[in-house]
């Protein structure tokens, strides 16, 4: 077993606990810090790919930026902690034979599936093609996002503005 | 012609959607711009509105015929988009005339809501011309992401914030599941443009051992199931419609108006995009039938339009809440126009246009009369109907000739639009798998019948039930006017269908592979 393989099982274990605690942690602290696992998992998974460009905005984007958020968020509502969950868990049995058909499926793919592999590079800085492609052949999709973004953003603060009243 | 030059080159062919995403800034701009006290405020943004749906309009009107990608092969431009990009811009313009003039849209909030629905139009329009893998994606969430905030328009309504939530928790799970399976398309071919898929996933050289093989056939299904999952609920077709009746019965009522026609259309055009690109192994509709990774693809899109139908017919029946109503009816008609899917010919496609075209003036009109109603009583309940016919004649005949055309009965255009979806079903009966397609027609009978009962309902109550005390039923007079147009268009259109069918035969060119 090669570092290179190690370091892969490393950030694919930190990626998984991460994401596992996420759904499966009941003190909403633990899943946030799961996040964070899993969001420097992938961020190295990135780096091993030859990705360098998208595991340093993962890193700046995801990590410093939404997660430190919602961890903001989190200290700052009170008694988040002791919250009582409304809905608890129903059909265990059909959401576990769901899980288990489907990870098995996916497992096989992942492993059967004659998926298109390329030579192995060494980390080179991509930022240029990357600025190339999002102005060239990307264009298109780089423009339509921002668009999307400004009406996202502008119908976040819209619905926000007001409080939700309860009906009493 | 180097990169740059083809994307300038392409803007050229590109200038409705220019118009709509200045439009939308423009009205971001005027809802700042405009006194919130001012008299004129509705006034002033739903001119401005109607004229941004108007320029784009003019500009689509001198869009060149041929058809060519746009943008390196992110769009495409061609008359099968054009005939979709008419119906947005039709059903924009019919919803900001009726919202300008409906109760559920404050004045301080109706810029914001013009320039959102200015921008799930132009993301419709993406929908209907994107070739790409990527482009496809955003498209669906440009659609779905403003459409979240206007469900959940209404201040401090507890069933707006319900319907908001669940839809963006429906549309995340949706999206998420089918950017995944569009992860293993490109895994596995390498490639996202949609017309080089099809030639590249042919020639994808068969592994040489024999779990190798599994693998592709199991990776592709996933992958296909996966993408369908993405569409079939933005066209809320069965298994992926529970999101449909509480975002119906929260949001307010001219959005669902144009909920239930719009994305729903603009994800049939996706649909047949994708179908009868890279599904379809021979290219054009009829290669679709082979289907890839040996999977008969029509025969799954016709079990799903068929459980769809079904499963939206019976909801409907013991619904009183008219909203809820006609989300199940809704669903039950993605049902019927997934026959069209499932008959993969030139004609399947042809009568789903038809279908949506024709389902866009009873449904919009369906709405209408349901936003009257409420105006008058404050709710929107099967019992509100009582006695409508005393109360205001053209309104009650108005909404039983939607009702009507719904049901697919001549000879109005509802019938014209069923008519079609038949015939492409039933005109494989001497083909392979004849039975099949004949039982789907079968089922969608028998549905058309479940349905008249329950529209039937509310017709029994307009019509026959004594009204409950001295209420004054007077819809606005642009109301009136559109009920009546609307209804007389079912009519005309009904007896007169020629140029539906010219105006959709003309339109069935379409950019499908490299």
Known sequence: MNTQFAIFVFLALATLIGAASVALSRNIFWSAMGLLSCLVGVGGLYVMLSADFVAITQLLVYIGGVLVLILFAIMLTSQIQEISVSNRSVGLVGGYLIFFVVSTLLSFVALWAPWRLTSKEPVANTTVALGDGLLGTWLLPFEIASVLLVATLVGAIVIARKEVKSDS | ?514
């Open chain 2, 1 to 514: 012609m180097t990169i740059t030059q083809f994307n300038i080159a392409s803007a050229s062919w590109f200038r409705p959607e220019l118009a709509l995403t200045a439009g939308i800034l423009l009205l971001f701009l005027l809802d700042v711009l405009v006194r919130k006290q001012s008299r004129y405020r509705v006034a002033v943004l739903t001119v401005a509105a109607l004229a941004c749906v108007g320029v784009a309009a003019a500009l689509l009107a001198f869009q060149p015929v041929e058809s060519r990608a746009m943008f390196n092969g992110m769009i495409a431009s061609d008359p099968f988009a054009t005939f979709w990009k008419w119906l947005f811009l039709g059903a924009a313009a019919l919803t900001v005339l009726i919202a300008a003039r409906s109760d559920e849209f404050p004045s301080p909030r109706i810029g914001v809501f013009y320039a959102l629905l200015l921008s799930v139009v132009l993301g419709m329009f993406l929908m209907a011309t994107s070739l790409d893998l990527l482009m496809l994606y955003l498209a669906i969430e440009m659609v779905s992401l403003p459409s979240y905030a206007i469900a959940g328009y209404k201040p401090g309504d507890r069933r707006a914030a319900e319907a908001s939530l669940k839809y963006v928790i429906y549309g995340g799970v949706a999206s998420g599941i089918m950017l995944f399976g569009l992860s293993y398309i490109y895994g596995l071919v390498g490639s996202t443009n949609l017309t080089a898929l099809g030639v590249r996933l042919e020639s994808l050289a068969a592994p040489a051992s024999a779990g190798g093989q599994l693998g592709l056939r199991v990776a592709l299904m996933v992958a296909v199931i996966f993408v369908l999952c993405g569409i079939g609920y933005k066209i809320a077709a069965v298994p992926w419609h529970m999101w449909c009746p509480d975002v119906y019965e929260g949001a307010p009522t001219p959005f669902v108006a144009f909920l239930s026609v719009g994305p729903k259309a603009a994800g049939f055009a996706l649909a047949v995009r994708v179908f009868y690109s890279f599904l379809a192994s021979g290219g054009g509709p009829e290669g679709f039938a082979r289907g890839l990774a040996d999977v008969p693809w029509p025969a799954v899109v016709g079990v799903l339009s068929a459980v769809t139908m079904t499963l939206g017919n019976l909801s409907a029946l013991h619904q009183n809440n008219l909203k809820r109503l006609l989300a199940y009816s809704s669903i039950s008609h993605a049902g019927y126009a997934l026959m069209g899917l499932a008959a993969a010919s030139q004609l399947g496609v042809q009568s789903v246009m038809i279908y949506m075209l024709v389902y866009l003036v009873m449904n919009l009109g369906a709405f209408l009369a349901v936003i009257a109603i409420a105006q008058a009583t404050g709710s929107e309940t099967i019992a509100d109907c009582n006695g409508l016919s005393r109360r205001h004649p053209l309104l009650a005949v108005t909404f039983a000739v939607f009702l009507f055309s719904l049901t697919g009965l001549p000879p109005l255009a509802g019938f014209v639009g069923k008519w079609y979806l038949f015939v492409a079903v039933l005109s494989h009966y001497a083909g392979d798998g004849g039975a099949w397609y004949v039982t789907l027609a079968v089922i969608a009978a028998l549905n058309t019948a479940i349905s008249l009962y329950y529209y039937v309902r509310i017709i029994r109550a307009m019509f026959i039930e004594a009204p409950a005390g001295e209420l004054v039923v007077r819809p606005r007079v642009s109301y009136q006017i559109m009920l009546g147009t609307f209804s007389a268009a079912l009519l005309l259109f009904g007896v007169w269908w020629n140029p539906l069918i010219e105006w959709t035969q003309a339109s069935l060119t379409f950019l499908t592979r490299g």
